[in-house]
């Protein structure tokens, strides 16, 4: 969780192209034209725009803490339901806590426990989609029975489920995500290597002696790349919604941690009064969703 | 150059070129084609064929500019201005991609994307939708294979599926990028009877092939391209009858009708022994029993219709699939990677996220082979240096052909088994290919094993041949 920005951002910039690729004939095909060089990349706007949003998220909640110096949970009852000032820029909530303190700290913790769930979902899955694409058999058909019995159970459920053995823990709820998420990750990962392993490349590897590190490093990884970088950031923006949801209908996060759902729950009451309470949450769910949606390149162009 | 005849032509183009930066692709193009009007276009790889056939779709990659006009049934547009011919898409043009397997969505059936054209183009419910996509798909020899995925699918059947999805469209105006390719004989005609049709049913045929029997047997008009300009352009049988371009001649003779066989190599050892090997795909049987022994040197051609299992023959011996009978016995004394293959598509073939120096440089430090070695094999097969930097898909097929032979060539392979490795090569590069290929084999004492469509070529090379023609207990003429 050191720098969720770099990690976001290592999304090669192809990312996404796989899904289409078939579509790649009509960019040269097998008689490609020897004389045409190989086209600059130019980043699109709207990737560009995508990775400027979620790049100053992620400076807020990685600075903002530090930044804005307010705790989130010091009381100040004299002075609630306070509108903005200069001293709380997003005013204070019903108990006088600073909101916008409120805010860093729930999107650090939001963020942060989003992206190594994601993480913690894609190592697993996707080796285990590699495996059943490379073993078949026995093994392909018991990970997909696995896979397919967690796909029937909806994410949110799932995640309710795990996190009910250690209620209000933070580990029980990003355990109960990467179990929900995992799936993914193994679906699409499987779906890409087997026509890979299928494929004349490989063969032609094995019949000159390489490995299985080989095929792995050269031909599966590189495959596997860009649809995981796009899936990664789906997951994500996923997982930072889930804990909200569990939030809001009061089983995720308990009170007094700063928690993004909790916050919109607390804030409820008094949307005539303080609207910006509220606001400020959504605001900032809507941005981050829309900052990884942007990241993926425009399919019509790729 | 014909006058285009506006008023009742489908597809009129005048004076289409394209360049990129300041170098011109293709230059000054002009022809018209009237409803049953075919027209042919040869040349080698890379002279710009293809690139006409996209300018024409409008479906150029973004860095080329094209100029010139283009015609479609009575509405003129710019050559520059794709997007207005792509709302004709599929209804009133099509194009049979090069590539079939990667023109085919890889993640869909096959049956339903064939379904999909009858479903969203015609408006038919999805039942019968689905009921006229079985049907045509078994009038295509597809009827087992609408289930399975593209990948699961052979090259000529991929291409046969293809095929069938773009006349599913029923545009008039049909363009065919190598329509033939990988197909054997029956299929090859079966493929001139449906352009046929096209052309009785008052379409007209804009054809790119490498094979002058296809193109002859479609008739009218062809264009002999060179570096991107036409060198010779008018009927097509008074073209083959008498070809004035020098260019012309040189491509007619390379048919491997006209070569001359090649010498006879000396026999060595042998290097693996077959005793008894069947194979079946479920209820279909591929070969009967077979015995088989290969000897270094060897060149034996290996023939029949596609589907009957010369590439699984192939697979078997290299140890790829195992027999259901029989068994295969390498010479002990051969080192552990002899056995080496040669693809029908090079660029499947290598890696495709990675630049061919990477993994020519990957193969020989496996095999421990000096890199000077490697580039001095380059310089004999003509590979140009700087091309390795590139990636598969960025090389043309006969360069990467070669470059997939020098590959091959640094694990000092005793037997090479090549499926198909010029099928797809225009003839002025097939017949460049096979020499340096046999030149390889000689100066290596390997055994090769070559499996081909082309019974010319399998004349002019093997010295033996092994023919899976149905009905045909596995003959081996000497």
Known sequence: ?302 | MTTPLKSDALLVVEGLGIQVGGKRLLRDISFSLRPGEALTLVGESGAGKSLLAQAIMGNLPPALQATGQITLDGTTTCAQDAAARRALWGRKLALLPQEPSLALNPLARVAPQLAEVYRLLHQQSTDSASAQAKQVLSAAGLGGAGSRYPWQLSGGMAQRAVAAITLAGGAPVLMVDEPTKGLDAHWRGRMVELFQGVLKAGGCLLTITHDMQVAQALGGQVIVLRHGQAVEQGDIHTVAAAPQHAFTRQLLQADPAHWLPFALPTLGESVVQAHGISKAYGAQKLFAPLDLELHSGERIAVQGPSGTGKSTLGNVLLGLVAPDTGRVERSARLRPHAFQKLYQDPVGSFAPHISLAQSLRDAARLHRCDWKAVQQRLAQLRVPEDLLARRPDQVSGGELQRIALARVLVAQPALLFADEPTSRLDPITQQEAIQVLLHAVQDTGAALMLVTHDLHLAAAVGTRTLDFAPGNTLACAA
């Open chain 1, 1 to 302: 969780m050191s720098s969720p920005p770099e990690s976001l951002r290592a999304i090669p910039p192809e990312g996404g192209r796989t899904p289409v690729a078939w579509r790649s004939q009509f960019h040269g095909g097998a008689e490609a034209e020897p004389s045409v060089p190989p086209r600059p990349f130019r980043w699109p706007v709207r990737t560009v725009l995508g990775i400027t949003l979620l790049g100053l998220l992620a400076l807020f909640a990685l600075l903002g803490p530090w930044l804005v110096g307010a705790s989130p949970v010091v009381q100040d009852l004299r002075n609630t339901l306070a509108p903005p000032s200069a001293q709380h820029w997003l005013g204070t909530d019903v108990l006088g806590r600073s909101a916008l303190a409120r805010l860093a700290h729930a999107a650090q913790l939001s963020l942060g426990m989003a992206l190594l769930a994601a993480v913690s979902a894609a190592v697993p899955g996707t080796l285990l989609g590699i495996a059943a694409a490379w073993r078949g058999g026995r093994t392909e058909r018991a990970l997909l029975m696995l896979s397919d019995s967690v796909l029937a159970i909806p994410g949110l459920l799932l995640v309710l489920l795990v996190a009910a053995l250690a209620p209000g823990a933070l580990w029980a709820l990003y355990a109960g995500l990467s179990a929900a998420l995992w799936v993914e990750y193994f679906r699409v990962s499987r779906a890409v290597a087997r026509p890979v392993l299928a494929g004349d490349a490989v063969q032609a590897s094995r019949l000159l002696g390489f490995g299985r590190g080989y095929v792995l490093r050269r031909h599966l990884l590189p495959a596997l790349a860009p649809t995981l970088g796009t899936l990664l950031a789906f997951t994500t923006s996923q997982a930072v919604l889930a804990l909200a949801a569990l939030g809001f209908v009061g089983v995720g996060m308990q009170p007094p941690t700063p928690e993004l759902g909790l916050m919109m729950t607390e804030a409820m009451p008094y949307y005539e009064e303080a609207p910006w309470l509220i606001a400020a949450p959504t605001a900032l769910l809507v941005w981050l969703v829309a900052a990884m949606m942007l990241l993926n390149p425009d399919r019509e162009t790729a």
